[in-house]
């Protein structure tokens, strides 16, 4: 599943990318930019980011830092992985409630972008699942590491 959403988060950047190009051909040819264009290009890049996320972790894509362990056994090395597999769900975790809290309280108040109108609080429900997601594939990689599975 992380890599079905990996691949439509790809696919969002190219929209923004055609977005971004259509708009600076229509200001430099037609004086005509795509309006609101930098909204829908920041909301959009922020979702591609989260859409990423999980499918890194997945993979084990992350940068791990293995200088001082070395010298351990494998099993103590994937215990340890599997120790900061936790810590970064929990991190993840508390970060995606905190963008639910977020897309609640824009939700409440009816905050929209300043051009185009567009209400913000689904950007940041989307992004707040997708760091729920995030969040379960770290637990689901720390306990691949603790049973010693690839």
Known sequence: MAGWIAVLG???????????VVSVI???????PVNGDFELVSMGAAIAV??????????RGNILVDTFTNWL?????????????V????TMGFLAVCLIDGAYEHYRTGQTTMLLQV???PAIALSAALMV???MVAL???????????
Do not use: H
């Open 10 to 20: 790809g696919l969002l950047l190219l929209a923004m990318a055609g977005l971004v």
């Open 26 to 32: 229509g200001r430099r040819f037609f004086n005509s």
């Open 50 to 59: 989260f859409t990423f996320l999980p499918y890194t972790q997945a993979r």
């Open 73 to 85: 056994p494998a099993r103590t090395n994937r215990l340890i992985d599997a120790f900061w597999d």
């Open 87 to 90: 810590v970064y769900a929990a």
């Open 119 to 121: 209400a913000i609080w």
């Open 133 to 135: 997601l995030l969040t």
């Open 140 to 150: 689901a990689t720390a306990l691949r590491l603790i049973r010693g599975q690839p």
